[in-house]
């Protein structure tokens, strides 16, 4: 009779324990994917701030360079792809997209000295430049959170609570566009 109060005991404390670290494991996988998703809204706000900057820099690069209908065209296209993407991979895609199609009207600054010289690009050149460094530091933080949730739900027993609870490792990281890796080009 001792022998099994004992042997009841010990299973007692054995789920205890077992219950006790799926809690606190599922509890803390439950908010590193808050902070992943936190992130990526953070990427999403800069995101859209720099698209709503983007007309305004057309029209007053359209002022100086009329003739240059493709890069204009180009960049609407990709504007509207980034403003219509429904998920994070699809608003990564669009967003290469715009980052080669900004990088040519930039370079379009290079062909027109008057415009180099205009007041209003120029503010709206700082503005994007400040909004891409608001978007390298959003995607940076991101990708630390998503590598720490990861990393969570890869380790042991984590990984093994992660399936139970239905929580997946997510490889959507963001990382610089096939675009962003060639310089424009200028032609004068």
Known sequence: MKALLVGVVVLVVVLLLVGGSYVSSKNQMVAKDADVKASWSDID???QRRADLIPNLVETVKGYAK???????DIANARAGLL???TPEGKMQANGQLDGALGRLLALSEAYPDLKANQNFLSLQDQLEGTENRIQVARRRYNEKL????TFIGQFPNSIWANFAGFHTN????????A???APAVKF
Do not use: I
């Open 67 to 73: 003739h240059e209908e493709t890069v204009f065209a």
């Open 45 to 47: 706000t800069t995101l």
């Open 171 to 178: 490889n959507a990281y963001f990382q610089a566009s096939e």
């Open 147 to 150: 590598r720490d949730y990861n």
């Open 84 to 86: 219509n993407a429904k």
């Open 180 to 182: 962003s890796r060639t």
